[in-house]
């Protein structure tokens, strides 16, 4: 059941805050509907190139998804040994049984026609031809012979031991400029280090019982989806008593406000001011655990008064004070603190949110803020994850842009799609005009895969040896095995094997012979049972360690970054983020365009959202032809009236505007990030874009 809409006639900001504080009553069935949607994604459509189911007996193989950003578990149904549907498994216990649109589509997708079929190269006349692995392994190894030093590689996969072989490649050449495509973990590590946390942040969201998500959509888009929808089920059963509080703050009534129990209207890019708010209110109320530097915070969030928050963030000043009030009397809260993207928010904002954490006694505690440990690498010559995690790819490729430093004379991208998925300031065109060979590796034809000199098709993760390590959200240690069920679709191959035959050519050693002895290595190192995990798909998990060395309210750190420069403009722009609409990897998944609304996309329009005041003001109505403008950058779009949006706001769903891909992706709707700008945070230096001011102009 989707959010009913309001009339078209004006609300004025009274009543808005009306439709806010109890909108959310009775707007869903129950507190996980859109988990009811998945079946949508099936066999459904009878398109001719989806194979017949053949006749025979059926298996279930428990496995992980490789196409869910956070490794969501699944039971493979297999027809005479070949894979047919992506169900729930109950038994992992990472995801108990709940599945993402995406994990949903893991068996569709192999099959898919628009899966890259063969090696392509360039020919000189711009035009990308086929060739033979052959010719494409032999043409991989020349140029990264010649590139000696001057290698950069780009992975979309922080979760995989296979970027211990790329980093192990890059490195060998003589180069650091191996990147992970940006993600909120970056700005979170800063932040836990600035406020004296050892290793990477982790967040213990199964034993909370109340939470407070700032920014951090976390039943949609932020962290271990999967998990988070079924802790946050498992403990609010319809029609029993909730073990669970939750609060949601962000500008639209996206999946996670509407199953919220409250939702506070926050405006983008304010995250961190309502944080600070809060940590008045508790600090006020004598909801305070001190710590070193605790008096020059307590000093700084003393002119984040309960008036001068509400105004700035656009909540209520008694919704803000009655869900602080429930903060503080649970006994067990978590507050996490997220960009609306997933990528490109500042570290102040997560700085802002550890300080309540701290305040709240809630730092290394059960249901609480965890240090989790840094992988170790068991490739010879691969780079610390840590290192890794500190590099900024887009610091890198503005420096690229503007001649700070060389193009390298090889890029590899791995899983990543830059050209389509970073801010159009973000130098990355730059980088690829400037670079001298790119190569990919994916499983789709992508935006900067066409861009690319060689392309190298990869077997997709039901087709070869993976993994995932701890992706960023979970509250303890994890690891899960991906193994092949059956032999690459197509021509294409498992990318693990190609760059250890890779390394073996280039005389570079790696120390393994083959991806089941790398997982093997990686299972010893951890103390798991690597063919137990293979045979029955097994998760390893070990709990967090311990919390801070010294907690410290880094209040200086915070200070400077509240001097980033907030823009000034008629309206903000609201992304709104689904799985069901894919990655920048995958495109719009075809078996997922069901569950694709009339309010995200009409026709090739992308709809952008507001309320009826905002459209009254910009004399519009719903079905408006519009464009969104930020600078030069002019998007199309057609207006839906929603009053789950804020005032002087605009929603728009990111996932849209593909020019590669299929005919499911390509030309529908605006990719929002070409709306988006970069700029620096103050003191950390962190690229952010996660905030947005446009305008609207009628057609």
């Known amino acids: 059941v989707a959010p009913k809409r309001a009339s078209e006639e004006v609300m004025n900001r009274r009543g808005f805050l009306k439709f806010a504080a109890g909108g959310t009553v009775g707007l869903v069935a129950s507190p996980i509907i859109w988990n009811t949607l998945y079946d949508a994604v099936y066999w459904t459509q009878n398109w001719g190139w989806i194979p017949r189911i053949p006749r025979g007996d059926s298996t279930y193989i428990p496995t992980i998804s490789k196409l869910c950003p956070s490794g969501t578990g699944i039971r493979v149904r297999l027809v005479d040994g070949q894979p047919v549907r992506a169900l729930s498994d109950p038994g992992n216990p990472l995801s108990r049984g709940a599945l993402t649109a995406l994990a949903a589509v893991e068996t569709q997708l192999m099959v898919s026609p628009a899966r890259l079929k063969d090696p392509l190269r360039r020919t000189p006349d711009g035009a990308l031809v086929a060739i033979s692995w052959e010719e494409a392994e032999t043409l991989l190894k020349e140029k990264l012979a010649e590139a000696k030093g001057s290698t950069a590689c780009i992975s979309g996969d922080p979760t995989s031991t296979i970027n211990e072989l790329l980093s192990s490649l890059v490195e060998s050449r003589g180069s650091a400029d191996f990147y992970f495509m940006p993600d909120d973990e970056q700005a979170a590590l800063t932040a836990w280090d600035a406020m004296g946390g050892l290793g990477r942040l982790g967040y213990d969201v199964d034993n909370s019982d109340f939470i407070l998500a700032i920014g951090a959509n976390m039943l949609e888009s932020w962290g271990t989806v999967a998990r988070n929808r079924k802790s946050f089920s498992a403990k609010r059963p319809a029609g029993q008593d909730a073990r669970m509080k939750f609060a949601y703050a962000g500008p639209v009534q996206n999946n996670t406000a509407a199953g919220a129990d409250w939702w506070l209207p926050c405006r983008d890019g304010m995250e961190m001011e309502l944080a600070l708010g809060i940590a008045h209110l508790l600090i ?14 307590k000093a700084i969030v003393a002119e984040y008064t309960l008036d001068d928050v509400a105004e700035l963030t656009g909540v209520d000043a008694a919704r803000l004070t009655e869900v602080t009030r429930a903060l503080a009397q649970a006994e067990k809260p978590l507050v996490l603190v997220g960009s609306s993207l997933g990528a490109g928010g500042g570290a102040g904002a ?30 010879a010559g691969a780079s610390d994850y840590r290192a890794v995690r500190k590099r900024n790819l887009v610091a890198w490729s503005q420096s690229v842009a503007s001649g700070e430093i060389k193009a390298p004379r090889v890029l590899l991208l791995y899983e990543a799609n830059p050209l389509y998925a970073l801010p159009f300031n973000s130098g990355m065109e730059e980088v690829f005009a400037k670079s001298g060979f790119k190569i ?68 570079v050693e790696v ?31 070990k709990k967090a360690g311990g919390a801070f060395s010294v907690p410290v309210y880094n209040a200086e750190a915070i200070k400077v970054a509240l001097t980033l420069k907030k823009e000034t403009t008629p ?11 894919g990655t920048a990897q995958t495109g719009i998944p075809p078996f997922a365009t069901k569950i694709i609304m009339e309010y995200q996309l009409a026709g090739h329009y992308s709809v952008a959202q507001m309320n009826a005041a905002t459209a009254d ?43 590669a891909f ?23 230096g962190l690229p952010v874009w996660s905030s947005a001011g446009v305008s609207v102009d009628k057609v």
């Open 511 to 541: 120390g393994v012979k083959d991806m089941p002895e790398l997982l093997y290595k990686k299972a010893y190192s951890l103390g798991a049972d690597f063919r137990k995990m293979v045979e029955t798909g097994a998760v390893f998990q």
């Open 662 to 684: 299929d005919q499911f992706s390509r030309n529908k709707g605006s990719n929002i990030m070409t709306l988006t700008s970069i700029t620096r945070e103050p003191g950390t």
């Open 440 to 507: 990919a590796m994916a499983s789709f034809l992508s935006e900067s895969c066409a861009k690319c000199d060689l392309v190298l098709p990869a077997a997709m993760g039901l087709e070869r040896f993976d993994d995932c390590y701890t992706p960023y959200g979970s509250g303890e240690v994890s690891w899960c095995i991906s193994h092949p069920l059956v032999k690459p679709f197509y021509n294409s191959r498992p990318m693990g094997e190609v760059l250890i035959a890779l390394a073996k050519e280039l005389d």
């Open 571 to 581: 309206l903000n722009l609201v992304p709104v983020v689904v799985l069901g609409m």
């Open 617 to 659: 003001r910009l004399g519009v109505r719903k079905g408006s032809r519009v464009t969104v403008r930020r600078g030069e950058v002019k998007i199309p779009a057609l207006v839906d009236i929603f009053e789950g949006v804020l005032p002087d706001a605009v929603a728009l769903s990111a996932g849209l505007g593909h020019t």
């Open 350 to 379: 997560v700085m802002a949110g550890i300080a309540v954490n701290m305040l709240l006694g809630r730092v290394g505690k059960e249901g609480g803020l965890v240090n989790l440990p840094f992988p170790s690498p068991v490739v």
């Open 284 to 297: 006020k109320t004598g909801h305070a655990v001190p710590s070193a530097g605790f008096d020059d915070f």
